[in-house]
């Protein structure tokens, strides 16, 4: 089942020449599963009911044209497919003629939110939100696994962790991490300029660490920026951009 939905683009959802950024573009992606989750019985409106949460493990995205202010644009969500403990959602934006502007794909994980733990997923909860599996927006592609180590460190950044970041599960919200790669990214370096981008979540960023370290390098697979536990160097998460 597919759910559509216009939006509207506005000025706190642009930088560089009046482009939507990609935290903007992952918060409309972000939105779109939660209008999905609202549709079938499994919104946050009634949290207090089934006590479910979605939490993001990845995501990849593909952009042929950034959507600019003003502009109203259609996105279209469908949860593609799901085994054991993990499901995965494409997305598409397309403009008002119908052209392709973005696509994307991301893997969740369900918690019970009363105990935090990863449920298993079961038809029960998967069937009301009738996959498509034939229909992939990468099809044939994987999630990339982050390596032990990144490529060498050009620049480097501590970023404290503020309550502005902290979201309804009591951690960093997922799309608070690209603030961090905006700001470790060389002053040269037009973040608008990227048109791909994977992102994997390794370890939640909780209000208590203080602060993380941010790394950036350059590999052949294009811009890497690690987020980083400053006492010992666990990874948090990793974004590749190009």
Not at 9 to 15: F, L, N, P, Q
Not at 37 to 54: A, D, K, Y
Request: aromatic share 8%.
């Amino acid at each position: 089942m597919q759910l559509r939905h216009e939006f509207t683009v506005w000025m706190e959802d642009v930088r560089t020449g009046l482009q939507m950024t990609d935290k903007a573009l992952l918060e409309l992606f972000g939105d779109m599963a939660m209008l999905h989750g609202m549709r079938i019985g499994q919104g946050i409106n009634t949290r207090h009911i089934h006590h479910l949460v979605w939490l993001t493990l990845n995501w990849k995205m593909k952009i042929t044209r950034r959507p600019r202010a003003g502009e109203t644009v259609t996105a279209v969500t469908w949860a593609r497919d799901y085994a054991r403990v993990q499901a995965s959602r494409d997305y598409m934006i397309f403009d008002s003629e119908g052209n392709e502007l973005v696509r994307a794909t991301s893997n969740w994980v369900m918690l019970d939110e009363r105990t935090m733990t990863i449920l298993r997923l079961t038809p029960e909860y998967m069937d009301p939100y009738e996959q498509e599996a034939d229909h992939a927006v990468f099809p044939g592609e994987g999630f990339r696994r982050p390596p032990k180590e990144g490529p060498e460190v050009l620049r480097q950044i501590d970023y404290p962790i503020l309550k502005a970041m902290i979201d309804e599960n009591g951690h960093v919200h997922n799309t608070c991490y690209l603030d961090m790669v905006r700001e470790v990214l060389p002053e040269e370096t037009d973040p608008e300029s990227f048109t791909f981008l994977e992102a994997a979540y390794k370890k939640e960023v909780k209000p208590d660490l203080g602060r993380v370290t941010v790394t950036y390098g350059r590999s052949e697979e294009g811009c890497i920026v690690r987020v980083l536990d400053p006492e010992d160097g666990s990874l948090h998460a990793e974004f590749v951009l190009r």
